[in-house]
Structures are given as C-alpha cells and as structure tokens.
C-alpha cells in the first residue's frame, strides 16, 4: 500500500507562484512514476505533469508547458510541482499519482495509488 500526502496549495492571484509537494510512504518510491493531475470544478480529471523514476524523463500537458515544473527527490520520498505564471484556468484541485510499475502515463486510470489533493485557487 502507498500513501501519497499532497501539500502546497492555497489562494493566490494571477501571476503569482505556487509549489505544491506530494509525500510517499514507502521503502520502494524511487521504482514509482510519478504523475500530478487537476480537477476543476464540473469538469473531468487531466494530466498536468508527469515524472520518471529517476527524474530524468519529464512530460507535461501543453497547458502548463513552460510554466510549471515537476520534479522529485527520491531520498526524501517527494515529488513537487513549481508552478509559476499562474493563471485563473489554474484553478482546480491537485492529485499526485503513483504508478508502482515506474511508468508516468498521460491517463489517469494507468495509476494505482493516489492523493486526496490539494485545492489551488487562482484570481484574476
């Protein structure tokens, strides 16, 4: 069983910068991939970003291209999400996902463990 913790998120207004942090139990986190999604209210879960296990592979959602930034430190059992430039179209709740067979797909139903989330709420 992994357990992933979500922190960071909070009201900010546009232009502003957030980072939001995920927490993993577990002796094995650096065999996971990693994944961040977003929900916003009245409308499906999407892919934000998502990591390798070592951290050298990245990808992300062309939404949020070159202005957030994932990445992950597998001493600490941490992943983490930089995002900057924000926008009220940000606005949503935020999930970390866990892929225990090291993969870090585009499709949320690929993950098997997730967050509770964490809401981030962006002003115009």
């Known amino acids: 069983q992994v357990q992933l913790v979500e922190s960071g998120g909070g009201l900010v207004q546009a232009g502003d910068s957030l980072r939001l942090s995920c927490e993993a139990s577990g002796r094995t986190f650096s065999s996971y991939g990693m994944g961040w999604f977003r929900q916003a209210p009245g409308k499906g879960r999407e892919f934000v970003s998502g990591?390798?296990?070592?951290?050298?592979?990245?990808r992300y959602a062309d939404s949020v291209k070159g202005r957030f930034t994932i990445s992950r430190d597998n001493a600490k059992n941490m992943v983490y999400l930089q995002m900057n430039s924000l926008k009220a179209e940000d606005t949503a709740v935020y999930y970390c996902a866990a892929d225990i067979g090291g993969a870090y797909w585009r499709t949320d139903q690929k993950y098997d463990y997730w967050g509770q989330g964490t809401q981030v709420t962006v002003s115009s």
């Open positions: 990591i390798s296990r070592s951290g050298d592979y990245k």
